[in-house]
T-cell receptor, first 114, second 114 residues
Framework: AQKVTQAQTEISVVEKEDVTLDCVYE???????LFWYKQPPSGELVFLIR??????QNEISGRYSWNFQKSTSSFNFTITASQVVDSAVYFC???????????FGQGTRLTINP | EAQVTQNPRYLITVTGKKLTVTCSQN?????MSWYRQDPGLGLRQIYY???????DKGDVPEGYKVSRKEKRNFPLILESPSPNQTSLYFC?????????????FGPGTRLTVT
C-alpha cells in the first residue's frame, strides 16, 4: 500500500525566514509520481509541482524549491524568504503509474507572521 | 478559462435528505474524481471516472453515488446523508487519463449534515 506522511502538522515562522516542509512517502513500485498542492485560506487547491520517480533533479521555481531523494523516500519543499502570502496548508501527494487516485499526506499548515 | 466548477459551495442539510453536488469541467478531460477532506486525514478519494459511463470506487465510497452521463459532468450524490459525511468535498479532473497526471481541482463544497 502507498502512504504519504507529513509529520509537521503546523509550522509558524516570521516573514523572510526560510522554511522546509517535509514529505516522506512509502511505495514498493518503481514508477510513481509525487506532487505538492497549496491550499490557501480561500480553500481551493493549487497545483505546485509534479515529479516522476526517475527524475531526482532538484527543482527551483522562484522562491520555491523541491528536494527529491529516493534513498530516503522524501520529497521536501522549501520556501526561501517566506512571505505572508505563503500562508496556507500544503499537501504532498503520491500516485503510482497507471493508478486512479492520488494518495495525500495529512497536510502541513504554514503560517507566516509579519 | 479552464476550470472545474462545483455547486453549491456551501450546504447545510439534515440527516436523510438526499442531495447532489454538481461538478463540471470545460477542459474535455476524460478522468474525473471526487475527494473529501477531513482534518488530520488529508484528502481521500471517494469515486473516480475514467470516461463516460465508466466509474469506480475509491477509498471511501460508502454512502455516496456518482454518475457520468456526459464527459463534462460528474455529480456526487448522497442518497441519505449522515453527520459523518460532514466534510469539505473536492471534484477534480485530470490532464491525462490517470490520476498520475496533474489534476485540476474545483473550489470545494463545504457540507454540514445535522
Amino acid at each position: 500500500a502507498q502512504k504519504v506522511t507529513q509529520a509537521q502538522t503546523e509550522i509558524s515562522v516570521v516573514e523572510k525566514e526560510d522554511v522546509t516542509l517535509d514529505c516522506v512517502y512509502e511505495t514498493r513500485d518503481t514508477t510513481y509520481y509525487l506532487f505538492w498542492y497549496k491550499q490557501p485560506p480561500s480553500g481551493e487547491l493549487v497545483f505546485l509541482i509534479r515529479r516522476n520517480s526517475f527524475d531526482e533533479q532538484n527543482e527551483i521555481s522562484g522562491r520555491y524549491s523541491w528536494n527529491f531523494q529516493k534513498s530516503t523516500s522524501s520529497f521536501n519543499f522549501t520556501i526561501t524568504a517566506s512571505q505572508v502570502v505563503d500562508s496556507a496548508v500544503y499537501f504532498c501527494a503520491l500516485s503510482l503509474q497507471g493508478a486512479q487516485k492520488l494518495v495525500f499526506g495529512q497536510g502541513t499548515r504554514l503560517t507566516i507572521n509579519p | 478559462e479552464a476550470q472545474v466548477t462545483q455547486n453549491p459551495r456551501y450546504l447545510i442539510t439534515v440527516t436523510g435528505k438526499k442531495l447532489t453536488v454538481t461538478c463540471s469541467q470545460n477542459m474535455n478531460h476524460e478522468y474525473m474524481s471526487w475527494y473529501r477532506q477531513d482534518p488530520g486525514l488529508g484528502l481521500r478519494q471517494i469515486y473516480y471516472s475514467m470516461n463516460v459511463e465508466v466509474t469506480d470506487k475509491g477509498d471511501v465510497p460508502e454512502g455516496y453515488k456518482v454518475s457520468r452521463k456526459e464527459k463534462r459532468n460528474f455529480p456526487l450524490i448522497l442518497e441519505s446523508p449522515s453527520p459523518n459525511q460532514t466534510s469539505l468535498y473536492f471534484c477534480a479532473s485530470s490532464l491525462g487519463p490517470r490520476a498520475s497526471y496533474e489534476q485540476y481541482f474545483g473550489p470545494g463544497t463545504r457540507l454540514t449534515v445535522t
